[in-house]
């Protein structure tokens, strides 16, 4: 079982709907963080989150530690959404991340 | 990612050859790392160096090794490729409580 785990694998949505991501842990961690990689493309660092909740534009993202689970949040989704959004956790007490192997999203027109 | 600047972008290697995949940043961050992205995996981390002059392995070492020539600079040197390291290789970087900075990848081959 992987220490971290991302449902679903991948996602299909039409423009406009609400879409969640989930997130699953089982190691102590020190942060959370939530990416995007778009097709051919590189890296982008969206929320580092070690407690409750953060917003930015239409992206949140949620954490409960008691639970180790995390979500990330669409409202309004629009096709330049589409990308694989990646979930990873920085193990407490270390430099090391865990990465899930991430949410293929396609939002269509 | 003007801030991360990974060299080359692609490449194609032959099983058997060397070479160093490059690393520079313009963040001022400390900690710099190299990892590998295959299909159907996370990213899995090669190397880490926490500072200048210091490196550590990490999950896949194997087959690599690393420098840190200073603090911008970070290299990742395969000795004699193999076709198990055909992926794409990111380097990131980092400073204490922040998230990682990703340069844009460097796509690799080897027949």
């Known amino acids: 079982k992987n220490e971290v785990e991302q449902s679903p694998q991948n996602l299909t949505a039409q423009e406009g709907e609400f879409i969640t991501i989930n997130c699953s842990y089982s190691?102590?961690?020190?942060?959370l963080h939530w990416l995007q990689q778009h097709p051919g493309g590189g890296i982008v660092s969206l929320f580092m989150?070690?407690?409750g909740k953060k917003k930015h534009g239409r992206l949140i993202a949620t954490i409960n530690i008691q639970e180790k689970h995390s979500s990330l949040h669409i409202t309004a989704s629009h096709p330049r959404d589409s990308a694989v959004y990646i979930c990873?956790?920085?193990?407490?007490?270390?430099?090391?991340?865990?990465f899930g192997t991430g949410t293929r999203l396609k939002v269509l027109a | 990612n003007a801030g991360v600047t990974q060299t080359p972008k692609f490449q194609v290697l032959k099983t058997g050859q060397s070479m160093t995949l490059q690393c520079a940043q313009d963040?001022?961050?400390?900690?710099m790392y190299w990892y590998r992205q295959d299909p159907g995996m996370g990213l899995r981390l090669i190397y880490y160096?926490?500072?200048?002059?210091?490196?550590d392995k990490g999950e896949v070492p194997n087959g690599y090794n690393v420098s840190r020539l200073n603090k911008r600079e970070f290299s990742l040197r395969l000795e004699s490729a193999a076709p198990s390291q055909t992926s794409v290789y990111f380097c990131?970087?980092?400073?204490?409580?922040?998230?990682?900075?990703f340069g844009d990848g460097t796509r690799l081959s080897i027949l």
């Open positions: 160096s926490a500072s200048e002059g210091t490196t």
């Open positions: 990131a970087v980092r400073s204490l409580n922040q998230p990682q900075h």
């Open positions: 989150l070690s407690s």
């Open positions: 990873a956790v920085r193990t407490s007490g270390t430099y090391k991340y865990i």
């Open positions: 190691v102590g961690i020190s942060a």
């Open positions: 963040m001022n961050h400390n900690s």
